[in-house]
């Protein structure tokens, strides 16, 4: 491996994070909660210990796949160590652990917290906190990219950051690595004003507005109240976070062809077509069970309750406008249901992804043709009108595998450190895994994870790790042969 070229990257990382507290620092002279120092002083301290590998190594431009497999893994790990430094300082989370837990949820998008009260962290906090929703829903990583020299490999850094969703779809924007970057960060950052816009419109304040937007766009939910959405119950904030959740777990080349005029993408595209079908199935029936149940009085009460919830979790966001646990079983169930599935590759959204099951589904349609209907067929899987390559159904097959195997092993696991019930065990891995963030039982909507051990909490972030960046690239580096030449 090239270790002077991924320290450059390292310290460039560490600058770039550095640099971004500049916007809390903002915060914090406006508001004047007396967390300014905190954050201040954690953000030269990060500047300083990044600048040195910066300067020493400018000039080591060389990377390889299994240096940007190292450098996803490290680096993620590397800022969520560093950044829970104002929250320390400060002393609103004194743990290493916990600091360490709630700023790997913020980057990995996860939404989980420990924070028994959110109202009472000072607001300049409570932006950095939001901020990492921000900078980790595109991919900390890509945003280094661009400020990375010209040809030093950032499409590697990108692929082992990326799900391998992406890879399955094939999906890209334009030939050069940095351009790309430039305008997956445009079309993000414009769809976080638009919203920041329109929840001022309707009454909200500017500070709630941006950390609800970097919440939303980034399909996150940190929130800065203790209710989240359900603070204001307000039925148009409510449909606004609705659409942008929504526009979130769009996969954003459709953005990219939107704009280039290619509407016919949108026809071909097979994920976003099977994505629309998840959403209007779950959230139909879930709808339909409140208000079969009289959970709420209004069948419009009940579309919207129920339309937020699936689409906050079916997402990965995470939001909550009521505590679901207490609705009827059947609608739990279909929650606990959509907490596997995610949204479309190459959106800012986590979990198994749509496309996954498109091609599992697909491939199990072919499969009974073949042996029991028509067994001298050739069967083609195809996705967006191409034909699928059997090795990318065997990635698919195996993805799928994977992430239920680390949901009931890591239940296992969970249930054994912390002595927990089953639900609760199971639940805050597939809440974690699939960076989601409140789940069911004791880590449920109105609970959080301050109760779970240190044990527990490294486990857990390393969880929120592995389901945020490209899995593949985050388990590989335990296999002995990854290190050697």
């Given at each position: 491996?090239?270790?002077?070229?991924i320290a450059y990257v390292l310290g460039t990382l560490l600058m770039v994070t550095g640099s971004s507290m500049s916007l809390p620092v903002i915060c914090s002279l406006y508001y004047n909660d007396g967390d300014l120092f905190s954050i201040l002083i954690?953000?030269?301290?990060?500047?300083?210990?990044?600048?040195?590998?910066?300067?020493?190594?400018?000039?080591?431009?060389?990377?390889?796949?299994?240096?940007?497999?190292?450098?996803?893994?490290?680096?993620?790990?590397?800022?969520?160590?560093?950044?829970?430094?104002?929250?320390?300082?400060?002393?609103?989370?004194?743990?290493?652990?916990?600091?360490?837990?709630?700023?790997?949820?913020?980057?990995?998008?996860?939404?989980?917290?420990?924070?028994?009260?959110?109202?009472?962290?000072?607001?300049?906090?409570?932006?950095?906190?939001?901020?990492?929703?921000?900078?980790?829903?595109?991919?900390?990583?890509?945003?280094?990219?661009?400020?990375?020299?010209?040809?030093?490999?950032?499409?590697?850094?990108?692929?082992?950051?990326?799900?391998?969703?992406?890879?399955?779809?094939?999906?890209?924007?334009?030939?050069?690595?940095?351009?790309?970057?430039?305008?997956?960060?445009?079309?993000?950052?414009?769809?976080?004003?638009?919203?920041?816009?329109?929840?001022?419109?309707?009454?909200?304040?500017?500070?709630?507005?941006?950390?609800?937007?970097?919440?939303?766009?980034s399909t996150s939910g940190y929130s800065p109240y203790n209710a989240s959405i359900g603070f204001y119950n307000n039925a148009y904030f409510d449909w606004v976070i609705i659409i942008f959740m929504f526009l979130g777990g769009m996969t954003f080349v459709?953005?990219?062809?939107?704009?280039?005029?290619?509407?016919?993408?949108?026809?071909?595209?097979?994920?976003?077509?099977?994505?629309?079908?998840?959403?209007?199935?779950?959230?139909?029936?879930?709808?339909?069970?409140?208000?079969?149940?009289?959970?709420?009085?209004?069948?419009?009460?009940?579309?919207?309750?129920?339309?937020?919830q699936v689409m906050s979790i079916l997402t990965t966001t995470g939001f909550t406008t009521a505590d679901y646990e207490k609705w009827p079983q059947a609608a739990q169930m279909f929650l606990f249901a959509v907490c596997f599935i995610g949204a479309c590759?190459?959106?800012?959204?986590?979990?198994?992804?749509?496309?996954?099951?498109?091609?599992?589904?697909?491939?199990?349609?072919?499969?009974?043709?073949?042996?029991?209907?028509?067994?001298?067929?050739?069967?083609?899987?195809?996705?967006?009108?191409?034909?699928?390559?059997?090795?990318?159904?065997?990635?698919?097959?195996?993805?799928?595998?994977?992430?239920?195997?680390?949901?009931?092993?890591?239940?296992?696991?969970?249930?054994?450190?912390?002595?927990?019930?089953?639900?609760?065990?199971?639940?805050?891995?597939?809440?974690?895994?699939?960076?989601?963030?409140?789940?069911?039982?004791?880590?449920?909507?109105?609970?959080?994870?301050?109760?779970?051990?240190?044990?527990?909490?490294?486990?857990?972030?390393?969880?929120?790790?592995?389901?945020?960046?490209?899995?593949?690239?985050?388990?590989?580096?335990?296999?002995?042969?990854?290190?050697?030449?």
């Amino acid at each position: 491996m090239h270790f002077s070229s991924i320290a450059y990257v390292l310290g460039t990382l560490l600058m770039v994070t550095g640099s971004s507290m500049s916007l809390p620092v903002i915060c914090s002279l406006y508001y004047n909660d007396g967390d300014l120092f905190s954050i201040l002083i954690s953000g030269l301290i990060i500047i300083a210990s990044g600048l040195p590998f910066w300067w020493l190594f400018r000039k080591s431009h060389e990377l390889s796949i299994k240096d940007g497999i190292f450098i996803v893994a490290v680096g993620w790990i590397l800022i969520s160590a560093v950044s829970g430094l104002p929250f320390m300082i400060y002393g609103s989370i004194p743990s290493f652990t916990d600091a360490f837990f709630e700023m790997m949820s913020g980057y990995t998008t996860s939404g989980a917290t420990i924070l028994t009260d959110i109202e009472v962290v000072p607001r300049g906090l409570l932006f950095w906190r939001s901020e990492t929703h921000l900078l980790g829903g595109m991919g900390f990583l890509t945003l280094t990219v661009i400020f990375l020299p010209h040809g030093m490999g950032g499409l590697r850094i990108f692929r082992a950051e990326s799900s391998p969703g992406q890879v399955i779809t094939k999906e890209k924007f334009i030939p050069r690595n940095r351009d790309t970057m430039i305008w997956l960060w445009g079309i993000y950052l414009s769809l976080n004003l638009l919203e920041t816009a329109l929840l001022c419109f309707g009454g909200m304040s500017l500070f709630d507005s941006l950390c609800h937007s970097f919440g939303t766009v980034s399909t996150s939910g940190y929130s800065p109240y203790n209710a989240s959405i359900g603070f204001y119950n307000n039925a148009y904030f409510d449909w606004v976070i609705i659409i942008f959740m929504f526009l979130g777990g769009m996969t954003f080349v459709l953005f990219y062809q939107m704009l280039k005029g290619d509407w016919q993408a949108f026809k071909i595209n097979t994920e976003f077509r099977w994505y629309v079908g998840f959403i209007l199935f779950f959230c139909g029936i879930v709808s339909w069970i409140l208000f079969k149940d009289n959970t709420y009085s209004s069948l419009m009460d009940s579309i919207r309750y129920g339309t937020f919830q699936v689409m906050s979790i079916l997402t990965t966001t995470g939001f909550t406008t009521a505590d679901y646990e207490k609705w009827p079983q059947a609608a739990q169930m279909f929650l606990f249901a959509v907490c596997f599935i995610g949204a479309c590759a190459g959106s800012t959204t986590s979990g198994i992804k749509v496309v996954h099951y498109v091609i599992i589904c697909k491939y199990m349609v072919a499969a009974v043709k073949k042996i029991f209907l028509q067994p001298m067929a050739v069967v083609s899987i195809r996705l967006n009108q191409r034909p699928v390559g059997s090795s990318i159904v065997d990635l698919a097959i195996c993805y799928f595998i994977v992430n239920i195997f680390m949901v009931l092993a890591g239940g296992c696991f969970m249930v054994l450190v912390d002595n927990m019930d089953y639900l609760t065990g199971m639940s805050s891995v597939i809440a974690t895994l699939m960076n989601i963030g409140p789940g069911f039982g004791a880590v449920g909507p109105s609970q959080n994870y301050a109760h779970i051990s240190d044990v527990g909490k490294w486990f857990l972030s390393w969880n929120m790790l592995v389901g945020r960046v490209e899995m593949f690239s985050a388990l590989v580096i335990f296999y002995p042969s990854f290190w050697k030449k």
